[in-house]
């Protein structure tokens, strides 16, 4: 699947669908073999967390692949005043530690519960497993993070070259696009926090 497509894979998702279903429908997984995807399912496991909670902190070594199967969350940083910036608004199919689940590294941010989420881990012990078994799959995760480091890039230039008025004019249209940056827990606070303004 191309990697422009990954936003309307997320929106097409059905909430109510096995988790063996479910995996395979994300962007990740797609290409895998049944059995690998059993497997999956086999080792994920599977979190609630009430909203405001935080699931992991920055720092902490990664366990593994998030993926969001209800609910919304961010993921932030505090400066040493306390000042919180958020890098990520995430929703339903997002994933979330990409990086720290594939490199073994530590948590780039604080992952905080926006609602009450339903969440899916797969242990980053399998995922060196499948990258070191599956071509294919390895390929695909290149190609996958190579998308992240882009957007991630595309933020940042907006922080730095753009005013808030522009910030907020980007993001409000994002929004129509992105199902995960509206509703439930997207406040006012989060979006400035988003954006590096004040409310």
């Known amino acids: 699947m191309n990697i422009q497509n990954l936003n309307r894979v997320r ?41 405001h909670e935080t699931i992991s902190y920055e720092g902490d070594t990664a366990k593994g ?3 969001i199967i209800k609910g919304r969350i961010k993921i932030s940083n505090l ?16 994933t979330f530690n990409d ?4 490199d073994g590294g530590n948590n780039p941010g604080n992952a905080i519960a926006l609602s009450d989420v339903s969440l899916c881990l797969i ?3 399998y995922l060196k497993h499948l990258i070191e078994t599956d071509g294919k799959f390895a390929l695909k995760v ?5 998308h992240r480091i882009r ?11 753009h005013s808030v008025i522009v910030r907020l004019s980007r993001f409000l249209l994002k929004q129509m696009e992105v199902p995960s940056l509206n509703g439930v827990g997207v406040t006012r606070t ?10």
């Not at 290149?142 to 190579?146: F, K, R, Y």
Request: glycine residues 6%.
């Open 142 to 146: 290149v190609s996958i993070l190579g």
């Open 11 to 51: 929106k097409t998702v059905p909430i109510k669908t096995s988790l063996q279903d479910y995996l395979f429908k994300l962007i990740y997984f797609e290409d895998l073999a049944e059995d690998d995807i059993k497997t999956l399912v086999d080792v994920a496991i599977l979190r609630d967390y009430p909203s």
């Open 123 to 125: 242990p980053a012990e």
């Open 65 to 67: 692949l998030w993926i």
């Open 99 to 102: 990086f720290a689940a594939f």
């Open 190 to 199: 989060v979006i400035a926090a988003h954006l590096a303004t004040t409310p």
């Open 79 to 94: 400066n040493e005043n306390g000042a919180e910036h958020i890098l990520h608004i995430l929703g339903l199919g997002d």
């Open 151 to 161: 957007n991630l890039v595309g933020h940042i230039e907006d922080l730095a070259l």
